[in-house]
């Protein structure tokens, strides 16, 4: 089992950048793939971005592609989502995940078998 901890959410005007954080405890971190999710109100969790186990493959949603970037670090056991050129269509509150199974990219989250406890991420207008 991983467990998660996001930081670095915050207030921001639109076109700004912020950099999300995900730290990960347990031995077995490195052997997962990671995402990150987001949710605004009223609307479902969705996904934003994922990495695989090495970092050699990421994945976007193509709200974000061009705009947000996910590395990681399996040294320090973190992943990170670098997000440029916010949008206020970009307010929600971003969660970071661990695949469920050493197999999974996560990018539906009934493939995610750990989540954080979500940081705020609000871009006014």
């Known amino acids: 089992q991983v467990q998660l901890v996001e930081s670095g959410g915050g207030l921001v005007q639109a076109g700004a950048s912020l950099r999300l954080s995900c730290a990960a405890s347990?031995?077995?971190?490195?052997?997962?793939?990671m995402s990150w999710f987001r949710q605004a109100p009223g609307k479902e969790r969705e996904f934003v971005a994922a990495?695989?186990?090495?970092?050699?493959?990421?994945y976007y949603a193509d709200s974000v592609k061009g705009r947000f970037t996910i590395s990681r670090d399996n040294a320090e056991k973190t992943v990170i989502l670098q997000m440029n050129s916010l949008k206020p269509e970009d307010t929600a509150v971003y969660y970071c995940?661990?695949?469920?199974?050493?197999?999974?990219?996560?990018?539906?989250?009934?493939?995610?078998?750990?989540w954080g406890q979500g940081t705020q991420v609000t871009v006014s207008s």
């Open positions: 995940a661990a695949a469920d199974t050493e197999n999974t990219i996560p990018t539906r989250a009934r493939q995610v078998g750990s």
């Open positions: 347990g031995r077995t971190f490195s052997r997962y793939a």
């Open positions: 990495i695989s186990w090495s970092g050699a493959r990421t």
